[in-house]
């Protein structure tokens, strides 16, 4: 979760981590921390609490801070709350200092061991045990590299890992096992991070670190070695993020400015995938025919948001006869289960590093799981390199922590993978041709769903005092339901729970009254008599009630009944156009809540802890 940019360079480093921290933000915002040699032997550095803002002031108030060598780090805090002492980099000795990314599961023993030998620690971090432990093996005599394994190999738990020694000017060491980390080569320097992002304005060239990597950076060359110091042969890649399409522009959030880029994103996601009357099997990987020819079942894992996507696929494909079943990749590891025949594993996710799914994606491949298929953002990414199947999705760099247009294209990828699956059944009755044409007139339907902005900006205002709120829908539309409660929470901090609305009257009807606002979502299909009666059922308990409802309803605002109407669509797509105005709506409220849209409090964009 916390972001980890190093850099040696033929100048100063300090622009280079300022503007990979401010790009890695995103991965974890509680505290930040810089450390430069800045003359042999000797460290600069500098750690504030809060915004990455923090640590740009304390390096303003310090005058001329320089070196050709640093590491920098962004933290999402798990050991030890977010103060300057427990912000990163860690120094032992005043000789070695690091940052990290992860988890050290053995550091209260490793503590120990340290103490007893006379270490001290300054921090309440588990990181600090690593710094301390190599530190601990060169002054027993080791050299730098050696005392780096030695400790790596004592360590459990997932990380990444950037050292430098200050009596080494102009060498980073680069350590992965499970968290992220990739090296990159540019014309001026070389590099260390979390993500291609943070090192996009120096290089485009990368090498992808992978489990077990350990990378000796210098200047002009990098040489990568596993733990007993084995060469490992690793490929250059050329990113082609395009360091424009991470700019804010003239949007006030990158949430704001996501939401209105879906319309591209869903084009983008769909182009070289669909003809005019067919989905290309093959853009799911050359395997793809043969893999889905003998897939007899499916089972999903996601987490958070992604999870949503999966919840609104099972309807998908169960409609075209492929079984489905849908966890959440945290709870699928925690018990023992029978392992279905010919079952593709569809993991889906928009960083592609959520340890959670790449764990569940273990532990079925464990299991005996058939095969495996991701659903991903982000090229080369772990998720990515796990799975024999890939379909990318083509949403561009999301920023903002709470995801949108990743959700979109997520649900886009799902619906090509069931029109693939009722192909392949010949007694499903889905048109695969009006299916293509749907999904052909969905971006200018995301389009003009996004023109009721305005009108859900109002509707926010009632969202300003509240502290709960409800959101109900039935069938395919309450994982929406359930992505729109997650929005409203995640950025403005309302408490809001998703219920399927026929449960309404089983328990959580209790808590309707006029300070409980029910937010709905009526598309016009078989459940709708339904969940009119469900509507009513709130209404005459007081409640007040906003409804976004498909014209063809006929559904009419009235007494406690606010009807926002959306133009009517095939109800193939309604799920992915209902969740255009829950996401504007969880929007607009955090606006009047003054909350860190981009950065709520808690969260970080990609969780790489368990
Ligand atoms: C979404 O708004 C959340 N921030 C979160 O639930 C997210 O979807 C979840 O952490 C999974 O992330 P992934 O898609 O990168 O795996």
């Known amino acids: 979760m916390c972001g980890i940019i190093g850099a040696v360079s033929n100048s100063n ?17 509680d505290s930040s921390g810089l450390a430069v040699i800045n003359e042999p032997g000797k ?15 304390a390096v303003s108030a310090n005058g001329e801070i320089s070196g050709l060598t640093g590491i920098a780090h962004t933290r999402w805090a798990t050991h030890g709350p977010p103060t300057e002492q427990n912000a990163h980099p860690h120094i032992s000795g005043g000789r070695i200092a690091l940052v990290c990314n992860g988890i050290v599961e053995n550091h209260e023993e490793l503590r120990t061991l340290l103490t007893d030998e006379g270490m001290e620690f300054q921090s309440e971090t588990d990181t600090e045990v690593i710094v301390n432990l190599i530190f601990l ?150 395997e793809a025919e043969r893999i889905f020819d003998k897939t007899e079942n499916i089972q999903i894992l996601a987490c958070g948001t992604s999870y949503h996507a999966g919840l609104v696929a099972k309807y998908w494909l169960e409609s075209v006869g492929m079984p489905c079943q849908v966890e959440i990749a945290s709870e699928f590891t925690s018990r023992k289960h029978p392992t279905p025949k010919n079952c593709l594993v569809v993991s889906l996710s928009q960083s592609g590093e959520t340890i959670d799914t790449l764990t ?10 058939a095969h495996s298929l991701a659903i991903c953002n982000v090229p080369d990414s772990s998720l990515v390199r796990n799975s024999e199947l890939i379909l990318m999705t083509h949403a561009g760099p999301e920023i903002g922590v709470a995801s949108t247009k990743a959700f979109v294209t997520q649900l886009v ?31 200018a339907n995301v389009e003009s769903t996004l023109e009721l902005e305005p009108a859900i900006q109002e509707i926010a205002q009632q969202f300003a005092n509240k502290q709960h709120a409800l959101f109900l829908a039935r069938g395919i539309h309450f994982p929406i339901a359930m992505e729109g409660a997650l929005k409203l929470k ?50 005459a308990r007081g409640g007040k009630l906003i409804v976004f409802a498909d014209s063809e309803t006929r559904l009419s605002s009235r007494e406690n009944l606010q009807v926002i109407n959306i133009a009517s669509v095939e109800s193939s797509i309604a799920p992915i156009i209902f969740t255009i105005p829950l996401q504007l709506l969880a929007y607009h409220v955090a606006l009047i809540k003054g909350t860190d849209i981009d950065k709520p409090r808690n969260l970080a964009k990609s969780v790489t802890v368990e």
Request: charged share 25%; proline share 3%; glycine share 10%.
């Open 13 to 29: 480093v300090l622009p280079v981590l300022l503007g990979g921290l401010k790009r890695l933000e995103y991965r974890g915002y």
């Open 43 to 57: 460290f600069l550095r500098l750690r504030a609490p809060g915004k990455l803002v923090e640590l740009e002031r």
């Open 137 to 286: 093996h060169m002054d027993k005599g080791s050299d730098f590299m050696t005392a780096v394994r030695t400790c790596i190999g004592s360590l459990k738990g997932a990380f990444a890992l950037g050292i430098v020694n200050a009596d080494e000017p102009g060498r980073i060491i680069g350590a992965r096992r499970g968290s992220p980390l990739i090296a990159g080569i540019g014309e001026a320097g070389v590099y260390l991070a979390s993500d291609i992002s943070a090192m996009i304005a120096q290089t485009r060239k990368f090498i992808v670190l992978e489990n077990g990597d350990i990378a000796d950076i210098r200047q002009g060359k990098i040489e990568i070695t596993n733990l007993d110091g084995q060469l490992q042969n690793r490929d250059t890649r050329i990113s082609d993020l395009k360091p424009q399409a991470m700019e804010i522009g003239d949007y006030r959030h990158y949430m704001e400015k996501e939401i209105f880029e879906q319309g591209q994103a869903v084009s983008d996601t769909l182009e070289g995938r669909i003809t005019a009357s067919r989905v290309l099997e093959a853009c799911f990987g050359t």
């Open 360 to 369: 569940a994606l273990d532990y079925a491949k464990h299991c005996g799981y």
């Open 413 to 443: 990828a799902l619906r090509l993978l069931s029109i693939i699956m009722a192909r392949k059944n010949s007694s499903s009755d889905l048109d695969e041709a009006d299916s293509i044409r749907e999904l052909r007139e969905l971006p």
């Open 490 to 539: 995640e950025i403005s901090y309302v408490h809001a729970e998703a219920y399927a609305a026929g449960e309404l009257k089983h328990g959580p009807l209790a808590l309707v009254d006029q300070d409980m606002p029910v937010v709905s979502v009526a598309p016009n299909d078989a459940q709708l008599d339904k969940l009119k009666g469900n509507i009513e059922e709130v209404r």
